[in-house]
Structure formats: C-alpha cells, structure tokens
C-alpha cells in the first residue's frame, strides 16, 4: 500500500519560517504529482502549491512569493518552504500525491496524516 510520511509543522511567531517535508513510498510509478493542500478550522480544504514529475509548480494565489515547494534528492519526495508566515496560514497542512496507474489509466489519490501549523505572536 502507498504510504505517505509527513514532517515540519509547529508553531511560529509571524515574519518566520518553516519548511514542511513528506514521502511517499509504496509505488513505483514515474507519472506522479505531490502538492500540499490545507485546511483551516471552519473553512474548505484548499490547493495550497503542486508539482508535477518534470517540474511544472502551480501555487495558490496568496502565497505566491512567500511558499517554495520543491522536490527532493529522492523520487516521490516533496518540501514546501514557508517564508513570511501569516496568522492566516494557520491549518492543517496535508500532503498529497496523484499516481498514474498504466494498468487502468487512471490517477489515484493518497493523504499524509496532516501536520499543524500554527502562526501566533
């Protein structure tokens, strides 16, 4: 089964920074796209920054500029690099990976557990 490990949440004063890691494990697929999602407390969860398997990003609008997602030395591993963080980044950030399946030509989705970030003076 696919696992998704998840890392780098915690709380910050406002100005600062964290930088959130997940991998996932389990599939052997070289189609994939990671991404974090989050989801504050009474709101819809929300697309926060994707990234394909040749490097295409896409990023919500309002950390465009302050959020850095990447990926790591290893395959199907993600960072998101938050700079200038704000009270309203605070939720439940969750990792995400899209996985082709060659057999049924379909994409699957799997969730990481979630990690709290908390941005408060």
């Known amino acids: 089964q696919v696992q998704l490990v998840e890392s780098g949440g915690g709380l910050v004063q406002p100005g600062g920074s964290l930088r959130l890691s997940c991998a996932a494990s389990g599939s052997s697929t070289s189609k994939y796209t990671m991404g974090w999602f989050r989801q504050a407390p009474g709101k819809q969860r929300e697309l926060v920054a994707t990234i394909s398997y040749v490097g295409t990003t896409n990023y919500l609008d309002s950390v465009k500029g302050r959020f850095t997602i990447s990926r790591g030395h290893a395959e199907k591993t993600v960072y998101l690099q938050m700079n200038n963080l704000k009270p309203e980044d605070t939720a439940v950030y969750y990792c995400?990976?899209?996985?082709?399946?060659?057999?049924?030509?379909?994409?699957?989705?799997?969730w990481g557990q979630g990690t709290q970030v908390t941005v408060s003076s």
């Open positions: 995400n990976v899209g996985l082709w399946d060659d057999a049924t030509s379909r994409v699957y989705d799997y």
